[in-house]
Structures are given as C-alpha cells and as structure tokens.
C-alpha cells in the first residue's frame, strides 16, 4: 500500500468499511477520487444533481438500512451546499461520514478559488471533524471517522481532504502508520444500582409512561423488539416523538400515539398527569415539552440516554442514566423478573376518556371549497391501501409532515424517514433516493407539499438515471401550509409571502424526467390513482390537489402549555399570551 496514493488509499479504506454507494458530485478538487472511482465496480457512485442531495439521500439510506451513509463533494460551494444535511444528520442523529475535497494544502488560507474553511464551517453540526495533511494518516482516519459516526449517539463526521494529499504517496517513513486509537469510547451499559433503582420506581407507579425518541431506533431493531418487551411486562403506556416512531407499534391497545406540538390530545395529557415517566433515547426537545414549568411537573423522570450532555440539558431528570438503549431495556429485562407492576386500570380509564375526544377527528369538507379533498383522508386512503406492503415513507417539512406522522400508522423501525431537528424543506425526496436503493424492492413513497418539494427537485433525474421506483405522493393546496397556518392563528390572516404563486405542472414536470405523473382533484378518484402509482413498476409524482384551508390539528402553540392544545373548533386567542406569540 506504500505505493498507492491518497485517492487509492481512500477507496480501500472505503471498501474495507463495507461501503456500498457513495452519494457525490465531482468537482475540481475530488478528481483524484473520482478517477480512483472510474471503472471500480466494488463501491457504486450516485451521482446526485445538488451537493444537498447527496446528504440527504446518505441520511435516507442510512436511516433506512441502519448502515452509514457516505457523501463525496468538492470544495468550497460543493462542502458548503452539503452542510445543511450536515447539520440535519448532527441534529436527528443519522451516522454519515462527509469526504470533502479542499484546496491544495499550500493554498489554504490563501482565498484560494472554490476555497473554504470547511472544518470551521461544520465544528458547530458534527460529532467530530478532520482536516488530513498527510495520505499516511487517512486510512486510520477513515476507520476512526465511521467508528465515532456509528457508535454512542450517531452523526455525521466530515473528512477534509487537500488536492494535494490525495496525489501523494505516504512518505517510506510512514507507509505502514498504525491504525487510529480507540479515542472515542461511549459508555453502553448502565451500572446496576442505577437499573435497580429505575426498576422500583416504574414498578411502585400507578401513572407511568414510557415516552420514546429516534434513539431506539438509532439502537438497532433489538432495541425496538426489547422495549415492545418491557413494556408487556410493565404494561406502561407509550408514547412517541416525530422521530420515535415505528419503535412501538400504532396497532397496540397502550400506543398513545405522537405527543409533542402536534401529539394526541391523550399522548399530552398523560405526559401532564404522570406519576413517572421514563424517557428513553429522547431529548427534550421544544416541540415536545412545550411551556417547561409545566412540562410533567408532578412525575418523578427517568433519563436514558446514551449522550451524557442531554441528560439534565433541558429539563431536570430524577434518574439519569448513561447508556445505549438496547443495552439498558435489556438490562431492565433482568431486573424486573417476574415481579408484577400496579394495578394501571384506573390510570388506563383516565386515558380511554382522553382518548374519547378524537382529537385527530377534522370536517368531512372544506369550508371554503366543500369538493376539496381534505388532506387528512388523503393520508388516510394513502395508508390503507399501502399497508400491506410496509412501505417506507419519507416526508418533506411541514403540514403534510405532520398530517402523515398522524395519519400514517408504523408498526416497525426504520420505516419512517422525516427531518426532525432542523426541520429541512427539500429533504424527502432525496432521502427516498436513499432508502429505494438500500432496499431496491421496497414501497417507498415521499409524502410532500408542492412547497417542500420543489427545494430538491432537480433530484428527479437522479431516480430516473438509476431507475428507481420511488413515489411522490404531494399534498398540493398551493400554500407553504404551516406557514399560512401560523399566520391565520397569530397574525390575523396576513398571509405574507405564503402563497405558492406559479407552481408548475407537476404531472408535466414529472413526464418530462420520465416519470409517471397522476393528478387527482376529486374524493372519489382518490383510491383510484393511488391504486394507479403503486401498480406503475417506475417512478411516480401524484399531484393531490387537497383543500386550501385545512389546518393541522390537534395544536400546542409555541410557548403554551400540553394543557393548552388547540383542537379543530379552538381559537387561538386566550390560549396564547403575548410572550408565547413572541415565540412563534
């Protein structure tokens, strides 16, 4: 290996990784690489249309396969267009290792053309980063970037590679560096006083509640399997964030359903009245705990986690615990033994009455337009008639977003592809890309608004270059809808800058890269041209043109309180202050 150069040694190091796509678009500072790229056939090339959506079908694959995703851009312009699915990786905790191309190492600092700083400009959005200056040292990097994007809380690692360092060859004195020190050790498992101590306070509770997040999916499907586990055994009820779910399954009589901003009136309300809640692999984020003072003020918390920093980051805990999610259930398993929990009849009545409101219920028809077809029963139809073949569904950001994550059941883990954290338009469809090829005979639809879609739409000639089957299926009322919703409740129905002018044909659009387009206007086509998308063996785009109108209910307005949910009927004013609107 003395002998090969840097651009050779990346690629080894890549296929000794188990690489299987690398997510990339060429530029003058990665052609090294990319010659190294030409005509190997053990590592395959998606070549993306925009540097963003190489990140974010890195993220769909990863997220959709368990596995890292890999990205390859130039310089400057191409480093910086990958940094907002940087950023969204760091966020929702997906593992990626970014491998950036960068100015000769003589340049640097020099303002250089196609120059940036790209280590500075993502220190703040990655577990870890690395500018190389030597070949010598990237095979022990790149086995050390792919063991810290993988293990303790995933997410993204750059690798910053100078021009120069790619052509050269490790000098004799360093041809054989030894491989990367273990520097990065996360704690997995939990010390047993904690696990016992945690195992008395759900077994002595009469309210409990488990509420769950994207970390036990990041754990791996045991995870998912051991916490469905522990709670037959505890029989708790449970509830989700946005990027919990498909960890508990949507079918089972203690499913809560999502809580937070846009949560079950039930999920909310039993978060409020618990006794102890026992969080595992959240974070506390501001979607889901709303008002902080009010947030659970009577339970007693227990934290697992396996990133020390979120544990008493946001909302003091009365247990905290440091380790990996499967690691711990599995550990909680054993403790509990065959000890029986209370008796949770009273709690579940409390619960079934919540449930009585039907907080997801909405209007059969649009006030403004009583033929529209209303979003909700898109969803809905969409889910019924996909069900059974488990699709994989990615989401672009917005109503439509939180429309599917209420509508749309997840019985498994991984199913389940939506930007969470950052809340990134454009991320679905590339995110689809993704997942459809690390699972190329699976269902995968992304679920979009007309908006969203069009922030990554160029990657339609991506699928259609490697022919893949994936489905758009866009919720189009020809508004930035929860942009439009936040100003009809807040800002008196201004509706400034909302309104999506100029859309395109999007069954022309879609004919145009080769892909199928359906429109359907009408309720009573609706079945129809669903049936029609899934029976087509390419791409689709569904144009559902739905009502204009329909807001995405049930609502805790920023700020507010869980107590303080809007449902379909509520007004805003009286619920929200002056300082919560501040917050909007």
């Given at each position: 290996?003395?002998?090969?150069?840097?651009?050779?040694?990346?690629?080894?190091?890549?296929?000794?990784?188990?690489?299987?796509?690398?997510?990339?678009?060429?530029?003058?500072?990665?052609?090294?690489?990319?010659?190294?790229?030409?005509?190997?056939?053990?590592?395959?090339?998606?070549?993306?249309?925009?540097?963003?959506?190489?990140?974010?079908?890195?993220?769909?694959?990863?997220?959709?396969?368990?596995?890292?995703?890999?990205?390859?851009?130039?310089?400057?312009?191409?480093?910086?267009?990958?940094?907002?699915?940087?950023?969204?990786?760091?966020?929702?905790?997906?593992?990626?290792?970014?491998?950036?191309?960068?100015?000769?190492?003589?340049?640097?600092?020099?303002?250089?053309?196609?120059?940036?700083?790209?280590?500075?400009?993502?220190?703040?959005?990655?577990?870890?980063?690395?500018?190389?200056?030597?070949?010598?040292?990237?095979?022990?990097?790149?086995?050390?970037?792919?063991?810290?994007?993988?293990?303790?809380?995933?997410?993204?690692?750059?690798?910053?590679?100078?021009?120069?360092?790619?052509?050269?060859?490790?000098?004799?004195?360093?041809?054989?560096?030894?491989?990367?020190?273990?520097?990065?050790?996360?704690?997995?498992?939990?010390?047993?006083?904690?696990?016992?101590?945690?195992?008395?306070?759900?077994?002595?509770?009469?309210?409990?509640?488990?509420?769950?997040?994207?970390?036990?999916?990041?754990?791996?499907?045991?995870?998912?399997?051991?916490?469905?586990?522990?709670?037959?055994?505890?029989?708790?009820?449970?509830?989700?964030?946005?990027?919990?779910?498909?960890?508990?399954?949507?079918?089972?009589?203690?499913?809560?359903?999502?809580?937070?901003?846009?949560?079950?009136?039930?999920?909310?309300?039993?978060?409020?009245?618990?006794?102890?809640?026992?969080?595992?692999?959240?974070?506390?984020?501001?979607?889901?705990?709303?008002?902080?003072?009010?947030?659970?003020?009577?339970?007693?918390?227990?934290?697992?986690?396996?990133?020390?920093?979120?544990?008493?980051?946001?909302?003091?805990?009365?247990?905290?615990?440091?380790?990996?999610?499967?690691?711990?259930?599995?550990?909680?398993?054993?403790?509990?033994?065959?000890?029986?929990?209370?008796?949770?009849?009273?709690?579940?009545?409390?619960?079934?009455?919540?449930?009585?409101?039907?907080?997801?219920?909405?209007?059969?028809?649009?006030?403004?337009?009583?033929?529209?077809?209303?979003?909700?029963?898109?969803?809905?139809?969409?889910?019924?008639?996909?069900?059974?073949?488990?699709?994989?569904?990615?989401?672009?950001?917005?109503?439509?977003?939180?429309?599917?994550?209420?509508?749309?059941?997840?019985?498994?883990?991984?199913?389940?592809?939506?930007?969470?954290?950052?809340?990134?338009?454009?991320?679905?469809?590339?995110?689809?890309?993704?997942?459809?090829?690390g699972h190329p005979d699976a269902l995968v639809i992304d679920i979009a608004g007309e908006a969203s879609i069009q922030m990554n739409i160029q990657e339609l000639g991506t699928a259609s270059q490697y022919r893949l089957p994936i489905k758009v299926f866009i919720l189009n009322n020809e508004y930035m809808g929860m942009v439009r919703q936040w100003q009809e409740l807040t800002y008196e129905s201004r509706y400034s800058n909302s309104y999506s002018d100029s859309l395109p044909d999007f069954v022309a659009l879609?004919?145009?890269?080769?892909?199928?387009?359906?429109?359907?206007?009408?309720?009573?086509?609706?079945?129809?041209?669903?049936?029609?998308?899934?029976?087509?063996?390419?791409?689709?785009?569904?144009?559902?043109?739905?009502?204009?109108?329909?807001?995405?209910?049930?609502?805790?307005?920023?700020?507010?309180?869980?107590?303080?949910?809007?449902?379909?009927?509520?007004?805003?004013?009286?619920?929200?202050?002056?300082?919560?609107?501040?917050?909007?």
């Amino acid at each position: 290996m003395a002998q090969q150069s840097g651009a050779a040694l990346l690629m080894e190091s890549l296929v000794r990784q188990e690489v299987e796509f690398v997510f990339g678009y060429p530029g003058g500072a990665v052609l090294p690489i990319y010659d190294e790229l030409f005509g190997d056939e053990r590592i395959r090339h998606i070549l993306v249309r925009h540097e963003a959506g190489a990140a974010h079908a890195a993220e769909g694959y990863a997220r959709a396969t368990g596995k890292p995703g890999v990205v390859l851009v130039t310089s400057g312009p191409g480093a910086t267009n990958a940094v907002t699915g940087i950023a969204d990786a760091f966020l929702d905790s997906i593992p990626m290792v970014v491998i950036t191309g960068q100015v000769p190492t003589g340049l640097i600092g020099t303002d250089a053309f196609q120059e940036a700083d790209t280590v500075g400009i993502t220190r703040h959005c990655t577990k870890h980063n690395y500018l190389i200056k030597d070949p010598a040292d990237l095979v022990a990097t790149v086995e050390e970037a792919f063991r810290i994007a993988t293990t303790g809380r995933p997410g993204p690692v750059v690798i910053d590679i100078p021009k120069d360092v790619q052509i050269a060859v490790p000098s004799k004195s360093r041809a054989n560096p030894n491989a990367g020190a273990h520097r990065y050790a996360p704690q997995m498992v939990a010390p047993a006083d904690q696990i016992a101590e945690a195992v008395d306070m759900i077994a002595n509770a009469q309210k409990p509640v488990f509420y769950t997040g994207g970390g036990v999916i990041n754990s791996g499907p045991r995870a998912s399997q051991l916490l469905r586990q522990f709670q037959d055994l505890t029989s708790a009820p449970t509830t989700s964030t946005l990027m919990g779910l498909g960890a508990f399954p949507n079918t089972h009589p203690d499913w809560l359903g999502m809580l937070g901003m846009h949560g079950t009136y039930e999920a909310n309300l039993a978060m409020n009245q618990a006794d102890v809640m026992v969080c595992i692999g959240a974070r506390f984020d501001d979607r889901v705990t709303g008002r902080l003072d009010a947030f659970s003020p009577d339970s007693k918390k227990i934290h697992i986690d396996i990133d020390r920093s979120s544990i008493n980051k946001t909302v003091p805990v009365d247990l905290g615990i440091v380790g990996d999610c499967a690691t711990v259930l599995e550990q909680m398993i054993a403790a509990w033994g065959d000890r029986a929990g209370q008796d949770l009849g009273e709690w579940k009545a409390r619960i079934a009455g919540w449930r009585a409101r039907e907080c997801l219920a909405y209007p059969e028809r649009s006030k403004a337009n009583p033929q529209a077809i209303m979003p909700q029963k898109a969803i809905e139809r969409l889910y019924h008639l996909t069900k059974d073949r488990s699709p994989i569904i990615s989401t672009e950001v917005g109503q439509h977003q939180m429309w599917a994550a209420q509508y749309f059941g997840f019985d498994a883990p991984n199913k389940w592809l939506t930007s969470g954290g950052l809340g990134t338009m454009g991320y679905g469809m590339p995110a689809a890309i993704g997942a459809q090829l690390g699972h190329p005979d699976a269902l995968v639809i992304d679920i979009a608004g007309e908006a969203s879609i069009q922030m990554n739409i160029q990657e339609l000639g991506t699928a259609s270059q490697y022919r893949l089957p994936i489905k758009v299926f866009i919720l189009n009322n020809e508004y930035m809808g929860m942009v439009r919703q936040w100003q009809e409740l807040t800002y008196e129905s201004r509706y400034s800058n909302s309104y999506s002018d100029s859309l395109p044909d999007f069954v022309a659009l879609a004919e145009a890269y080769g892909w199928k387009g359906i429109r359907i206007e009408d309720e009573g086509d609706l079945d129809a041209g669903i049936l029609r998308m899934m029976e087509h063996d390419g791409p689709v785009i569904v144009d559902c043109c739905v009502a204009k109108d329909a807001n995405c209910f049930p609502m805790i307005p920023s700020g507010a309180a869980h107590t303080e949910m809007l449902l379909y009927g509520d007004q805003v004013e009286g619920t929200m202050d002056d300082e919560a609107k501040a917050l909007v």
